[in-house]
């Protein structure tokens, strides 16, 4: 039993709302804007988690204003076509007004390939390339996927491995090397690079699980909610 499961509120203590509520109110003032402007976009990343009821919740905001250009653009995760297909008729069973009205579009996202990763890096930085080395192994360990291939050029800058010659980007000193083998080893380098405060916070944050209380939080790592 922690000390916030059993902590006496005081007549004098003010008792604050929930995070959820908060969150709740907050995200239905954002959709009231969408709805009465009738302009704008809302993403649903994942949107196969999404529970059934809030999907419906949705379609009823939004289902019975035919003339709105608003734009749903929602993400889900599927092994092959048949999934995907599986997935995206259960979304739109929930969502009817919204399916019966609107245009829909299906867009496959692919890994991205050699001259994918050639032309980005390009226009990050203004024309200049990685060697033909470097650019097979981010291919090979990053498996064509972005964020890899994003965090990993994050991770090169702050290593010092791109530099600027003048008013040009010098990527000359980029190994195969260099390129990192897992995301995981990525994402923790970029946590390590925070203070140890911030740190320290992430570790108890953990320990709560998926949905974090932060006046629980700020009680284990003896800061104030706003900190």
Sequence with gaps: IFAWDVKEVLQTEEVQEPDNVAIFEALMNVMMIVRETGEGALLL????????????????????????????????????????????????????????????????????GLEDIRQFTARIFDGEKFSSDVEDRLLHNSGGNPLFIIETISFLLKKGKIRTAGDKWDLSGVSPNDIPIHLEYLLTERLMQMDSETIDVLKLASVLGERINTRQLAEMSGLNKHQ
């Design 45 to 112: 990343d994942d949107a196969d988690l999404i529970d059934k009821p809030s999907l419906q919740f949705f379609d009823a905001l939004f289902g019975d204003k035919k003339s709105n250009r608003i734009h749903f653009v929602a993400t889900v995760n599927a092994q092959d076509f048949a999934a995907g297909d599986e997935k995206i008729l259960a979304l739109l069973s929930s969502m009817k007004e919204l399916s019966a009205s609107a245009e829909l579009k299906k867009f496959e996202l692919k890994p991205l």
